[in-house]
């Protein structure tokens, strides 16, 4: 069954939501220098189209590490120069949303803060795309009003990004919901990313919930990348080190096609 089509999203040169699959990869947390420029060199060479990282991370404690705040902005926006891959990244804060807009290409709106109306519609005027998460526990009515406050912001190039709801307990960390990522791209036109890492909460069930997301009809994927996830500062233990994730790319490759490469050089 062909699936009516959205309006796609640009990035620099990239279409997320046109006819190939873009993958966005990177730490959940950028660390320091060399590990993020050592993530994005081998995520853009295993074919990845964009960058992910978080400067400023919603921690479920207060203890956790909470990000690199601007320093770590500074960074993605190095990692951007040497790779061209355009950065995508969270912003919490009303008040961080210029600064945060100055180096991101896409902002997004985490789960926690689905809910956060003075922020969205503050993203919704920062004149950048956003991605926005789905709330832990959201239905796909307030998902799309989330949206609506974006919109009603002044933007109208947002992704809707599936990351799990929580569900009963199991051994995964939320259950990866696809067939509401499928409606919602239908009813709102939106582009639709699926989130396989933050929905796993473990390395091993990545792969699988990704191919998942894909054959289900996702435009993009969300992926957690580090260079030695055992010693990420955090979401390690969904990390998957960057073998993993050429294998992943290698099994995406066999679903479906990629979108175009990012050319060398490009900002
Ligand atoms: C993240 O992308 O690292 C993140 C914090 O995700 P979520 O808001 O989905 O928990
Ligand atoms: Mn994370």
Known sequence: V?????????????????????VMAGPCAVESAEQILGVARAVKAAGAHMLRGGAYKPRTSPDSFQGLG???????????HETGLPVVTEVMDPRDVALVAQYANVLQ????????????????????????????????????????????????????????????????????????MVLAKRQSGYPVVADPSHAAGRRDLVIPLACAAVAAGADALL?????????????????????????????????????????????
Not at 6 to 21: D, M, N, T
Not at 70 to 80: I, K, M, N, S
Not at 227 to 242: C, F, I, M, V
């Open 2 to 22: 062909q699936e009516p089509s959205c309006h796609p999203v640009r990035v620099g040169a990239i279409r997320v939501g046109g006819p190939g699959l873009v």
């Open 223 to 267: 992926v957690e990348v580090h260079p030695d996830p055992d010693r990420a500062l955090s979401d390690g233990q969904q990390s998957l080190s960057p073998e993993q994730f050429v294998a992943l790319m290698g099994r995406v490759r066999q679903l479906c096609r990629l979108a175009e490469p990012v050319v060398e050089g490009g900002e």
């Open 70 to 80: 601007r320093p770590g902005l500074e960074l993605l926006v190095l990692a951007r």
């Open 109 to 180: 709106i985490g789960a926690r803060n689905m809910y956060n109306y003075p922020l969205l519609r503050e993203v919704g005027q920062a004149g950048l795309p956003v991605l926005l998460k789905r709330g832990m526990s959201a239905t796909m009515e307030e998902w799309l009003l989330a949206a609506e406050y974006i919109r009603a912001g002044g933007t109208d190039t947002i992704l809707l990004c599936e990351r799990g709801v929580r569900g009963t307990p199991s051994m995964a960390r939320n259950v990866l919901d696809l067939g509401t």
